[in-house]
């Protein structure tokens, strides 16, 4: 599976950008999808996942509420829709895949990773 990040840029704090994560391959309704981001100085955190049929969503406490991942297998492509963004979300933001049975939470759990896009919230 290979994938393409885009969708991130430069938005005040308050505002919404939302991310995509297009996927290569046959396969990518089978993928466990998930984003996860990596500010300076910092190691890289789980931001959202979801399950291959949608039905199952995890978020990190820092952005429930406030952001949705969703995905449209038949377009191959998953989404981070980001509200209400703060300066402390500014980060690259990476999105992965993985055809475990399980939805992972960790970096670990991932198998397949994209570029990565920028995100900066400015104050």
């Known amino acids: 599976v290979q994938l393409q990040a885009s969708g991130g840029g430069l938005v005040q704090a308050g505002g919404s950008l939302r991310l995509s994560c297009a996927a290569s391959g046959r396969t990518f309704s089978n993928n466990v999808m998930g984003w996860f981001r990596q500010a300076p100085g910092k190691e890289r955190e789980f931001v959202a996942a979801?399950?291959?049929?949608?039905?199952?969503?995890y978020y990190a406490d820092s952005v429930k509420g406030r952001f949705t991942i969703s995905r449209d297998n038949a377009e191959n492509t998953v989404y981070l829709q980001m509200n209400s963004l703060k300066p402390e979300d500014t980060a690259v933001y990476y999105c992965?895949?993985?055809?475990?049975?399980?939805?992972?939470?960790?970096?670990?759990?991932?198998?397949?990773w994209g570029q990565g896009t920028q995100v900066t919230v400015s104050s």
């Open positions: 979801i399950s291959w049929s949608g039905g199952i969503t």
């Open positions: 992965a895949a993985t055809r475990s049975i399980r939805v992972p939470t960790t970096s670990k759990g991932y198998n397949y």
